[in-house]
C-alpha cells in the first residue's frame, strides 16, 4: 500500500518529481556512456595488441630484464624445433590460432639517392601469419587490423616509418601524401654518397640485387651476432604511420628471413615466439599449458602474457577507469545534492501533511519509509532514463563510425559504446542510482519524522 501512495504523491508533486528523476538520468546517462567507452578501450585495444603481438610471448629467460642491453645473448635457439615442440601438444594445437617467430634488431638504413643515412629500429615478420594474427577479432567487435603489405613484395622488401621515409628522402619516390622530404646540402650530398657507396661496395654481389627494381632502394646494415657488420639491399615496399613518432622515425619492418640472414646467417635463431590463442577466454589455461611443456623439456624459455611484455595496454585502461571513477564520483555527489534538496524542498511543501498523517496516528516511521519510498521509485524511473537513454545515444553514435586513435596504436579504432556487452557494470550503475536516491533522502526524512505534530499543523 506504501508503495500506491508514495506513486501517487510522485504523480502529484509531477514538476518536481521529473526534475529529480531528470537529473538522475542525466548523470546515469553520462556514467554508462563512459563506462560504455572504457569498455570499449578494454576490448578494442587489448584487441588490436593482440593482433599485432599475440596473447602470449615466448622469450628466453632473462630476456625482459637484460635482453634490451645484449640482445644476442638472449635469443632463442632453434626457434623452428619450439614451435613445432608446442604444435604438436593437442591442447595447444586445438587453441592456438598462431606460433610465429619475430626478431628484434637495430642498425643503420642509408639511401644512395639521397645520401641519408640514420639508425634504425627493425622487426623481422613472417608476413603472412602475421597478416593472419591481424585479422584476429577474440571477441568478436568486428575490429580487423589491415594486412602488413609486407607479402605483395618480394623477399627483399620492406616497411618503413612515415618518419623514416621523410628523413631518408623518400617521401617522392613512394608517393606518400602529406610527406615533405628532409633537404638535403649538396656539398653533404657528395660525402655521404661517397661514404655510403664505398661500404656498400665492399658487400660482393650487393649491387646486383637492386638491378632492375623500380622501388626505391635502402642498404640496412646491423651486427651480426660475431659482432660482424653485415649490410643488405632491400626495397621499400610502402611507408606507414607508427603509433610513436620515436618509433615512426626509425621503424623497418622485414621479412623473417631477411633480419635472420642479417644477424645470424643460417642460424635458427628468433627473439621471441609469439602465440595468438582463439579463444581469449582460454589464454590463462594455455599459459599454463605452454610453460608446462617448456619447463618439461629442459629449455631455457619463460612465457609470458603480452601486458607482461608491454604495459602500455594496463596503462591505458587504469587512465581511463581512474578518470570514470572521478567522473563517477563528481556525478554521485550532483546526483545526491539534487535528491537532498528536491525531498526538503518536498518536506516542507507537505509539513501539514506529515502533521495530519501524524495525528491520525501513524507511527513516525511509517512518515520516514513513505518518503524514503517516494525517494527509491524516483531513483528508479531516473535509472530507467539513464539506461533507456544510454541504449539510445549508444546505437546513434555506434552507427556513425566515428574513429579515435589510442596511445599505442597507428591505425585508428571504430568509436563503440557497449553499454549492454558488460552487463554487470551496467546493473551496478542502475543499481547505484537507486542507491543513492535511497541514502541520499535518509537524513531529510529523518527530520521530517520528527516533526511535532502540533508545530506541523500550525506551520501549514
Given at each position: 500500500?506504501?508503495?500506491?501512495?508514495?506513486?501517487?504523491?510522485?504523480?502529484?508533486?509531477?514538476?518536481?518529481?521529473?526534475?529529480?528523476?531528470?537529473?538522475?538520468?542525466?548523470?546515469?546517462?553520462?556514467?554508462?556512456?563512459?563506462?560504455?567507452?572504457?569498455?570499449?578501450?578494454?576490448?578494442?585495444?587489448?584487441?588490436?595488441?593482440?593482433?599485432?603481438?599475440?596473447?602470449?610471448?615466448?622469450?628466453?629467460?632473462?630476456?625482459?630484464?637484460?635482453?634490451?642491453?645484449?640482445?644476442?645473448?638472449?635469443?632463442?635457439?632453434?626457434?623452428?624445433?619450439?614451435?613445432?615442440?608446442?604444435?604438436?601438444?593437442?591442447?595447444?594445437?586445438?587453441?592456438?590460432?598462431?606460433?610465429?617467430?619475430?626478431?628484434?634488431?637495430?642498425?643503420?638504413?642509408?639511401?644512395?639517392?639521397?645520401?641519408?643515412?640514420?639508425?634504425?629500429?627493425?622487426?623481422?615478420?613472417?608476413?603472412?601469419?602475421?597478416?593472419?594474427?591481424?585479422?584476429?577479432?577474440?571477441?568478436?567487435?568486428?575490429?580487423?587490423?589491415?594486412?602488413?603489405?609486407?607479402?605483395?613484395?618480394?623477399?627483399?622488401?620492406?616497411?618503413?616509418?612515415?618518419?623514416?621515409?621523410?628523413?631518408?628522402?623518400?617521401?617522392?619516390?613512394?608517393?606518400?601524401?602529406?610527406?615533405?622530404?628532409?633537404?638535403?646540402?649538396?656539398?653533404?650530398?657528395?660525402?655521404?654518397?661517397?661514404?655510403?657507396?664505398?661500404?656498400?661496395?665492399?658487400?660482393?654481389?650487393?649491387?646486383?640485387?637492386?638491378?632492375?627494381?623500380?622501388?626505391?632502394?635502402?642498404?640496412?646494415?646491423?651486427?651480426?651476432?660475431?659482432?660482424?657488420?653485415?649490410?643488405?639491399?632491400?626495397?621499400?615496399?610502402?611507408?606507414?604511420?607508427?603509433?610513436?613518432?620515436?618509433?615512426?622515425?626509425?621503424?623497418?619492418?622485414?621479412?623473417?628471413?631477411?633480419?635472420?640472414?642479417?644477424?645470424?646467417?643460417?642460424?635458427?635463431?628468433?627473439?621471441?615466439?609469439?602465440?595468438?590463442?582463439?579463444?581469449?577466454?582460454?589464454?590463462?589455461?594455455?599459459?599454463?599449458?605452454?610453460?608446462?611443456?617448456?619447463?618439461?623439456?629442459?629449455?631455457?624459455?619463460?612465457?609470458?602474457?603480452?601486458?607482461?611484455?608491454?604495459?602500455?595496454?594496463?596503462?591505458?585502461?587504469?587512465?581511463?577507469?581512474?578518470?570514470?571513477?572521478?567522473?563517477?564520483?563528481?556525478?554521485?555527489?550532483?546526483?545526491?545534492?539534487?535528491?537532498?534538496?528536491?525531498?526538503?524542498?518536498?518536506?516542507?511543501?507537505?509539513?501539514?501533511?506529515?502533521?495530519?498523517?501524524?495525528?491520525?496516528?501513524?507511527?513516525?516511521?511509517?512518515?520516514?519509509?513513505?518518503?524514503?519510498?517516494?525517494?527509491?521509485?524516483?531513483?528508479?524511473i531516473g535509472a530507467a532514463i539513464a539506461l533507456g537513454g544510454a541504449l539510445a545515444v549508444a546505437n546513434l553514435v555506434n552507427a556513425a563510425g566515428l574513429q579515435w586513435t589510442p596511445p599505442s596504436n597507428a591505425t585508428p579504432l571504430t568509436v563503440q559504446l557497449m553499454v549492454l556487452d558488460n552487463p554487470v557494470f551496467a546493473a551496478s550503475v542502475v543499481g547505484a542510482l537507486i542507491a543513492l536516491a535511497l541514502l541520499a533522502a535518509v537524513l531529510p526524512t529523518f527530520k521530517a519524522a520528527r516533526l511535532n505534530i502540533v508545530e506541523s499543523l500550525q506551520r501549514a
Open positions: 500500500m506504501i508503495w500506491k501512495i508514495a506513486l501517487r504523491n510522485i504523480f502529484k508533486n509531477a514538476r518536481r518529481s521529473t526534475t529529480t528523476a531528470l537529473a538522475i538520468g542525466v548523470g546515469g546517462l553520462a556514467a554508462l556512456l563512459f563506462g560504455g567507452f572504457v569498455t570499449s578501450i578494454w576490448y578494442g585495444v587489448q584487441t588490436s595488441m593482440i593482433q599485432e603481438q599475440g596473447n602470449l610471448q615466448v622469450y628466453r629467460n632473462g630476456y625482459l630484464e637484460f635482453g634490451a642491453a645484449n640482445p644476442d645473448a638472449y635469443t632463442i635457439e632453434n626457434w623452428d624445433q619450439v614451435a613445432a615442440l608446442l604444435a604438436a601438444d593437442p591442447m595447444l594445437a586445438e587453441n592456438l590460432a598462431v606460433i610465429t617467430p619475430r626478431i628484434d634488431l637495430a642498425g643503420v638504413a642509408g639511401n644512395n639517392e639521397t645520401g641519408n643515412s640514420k639508425t634504425f629500429i627493425g622487426t623481422g615478420i613472417v608476413p603472412a601469419q602475421v597478416d593472419q594474427m591481424r585479422g584476429w577479432d577474440g571477441w568478436k567487435i568486428g575490429q580487423v587490423a589491415p594486412a602488413t603489405g609486407l607479402a605483395a613484395g618480394g623477399s627483399d622488401s620492406v616497411i618503413v616509418g612515415l618518419g623514416m621515409a621523410r628523413m631518408m628522402g623518400m617521401c617522392a619516390a613512394l608517393s606518400v601524401p602529406d610527406c615533405q622530404d628532409a633537404p638535403v646540402a649538396a656539398e653533404d650530398l657528395v660525402v655521404e654518397e661517397q661514404d655510403f657507396t664505398s661500404l656498400v661496395a665492399g658487400e660482393g654481389g650487393l649491387s646486383d640485387q637492386s638491378a632492375g627494381s623500380e622501388k626505391p632502394q635502402l642498404n640496412v646494415m646491423a651486427a651480426t651476432s660475431a659482432g660482424v657488420p653485415n649490410i643488405a639491399r632491400v626495397s621499400i615496399e610502402a611507408a606507414q604511420a607508427q603509433a610513436v613518432r620515436a618509433v615512426d622515425n626509425s621503424f623497418v619492418m622485414m621479412h623473417f628471413e631477411q633480419a635472420r640472414s642479417l644477424l645470424y646467417g643460417d642460424s635458427q635463431q628468433a627473439t621471441t615466439l609469439m602465440l595468438q590463442v582463439a579463444d581469449p577466454a582460454k589464454v590463462d589455461a594455455v599459459k599454463a599449458r605452454v610453460a608446462e611443456i617448456l619447463t618439461g623439456a629442459g629449455l631455457d624459455l619463460s612465457v609470458y602474457h603480452f601486458t607482461e611484455v608491454d604495459p602500455t595496454f594496463e596503462r591505458i585502461f587504469g587512465m581511463f577507469s581512474f578518470m570514470f571513477v572521478v567522473i563517477a564520483f563528481v556525478l554521485s555527489i550532483v546526483i545526491a545534492f539534487t535528491i537532498v534538496n528536491t525531498i526538503s524542498m518536498t518536506i516542507v511543501e507537505r509539513v501539514k501533511e506529515i502533521g495530519t498523517i501524524r495525528a491520525l496516528g501513524f507511527r513516525k516511521g511509517f512518515v520516514q519509509t513513505l518518503f524514503l519510498t517516494e525517494s527509491t521509485l524516483i531513483g528508479v
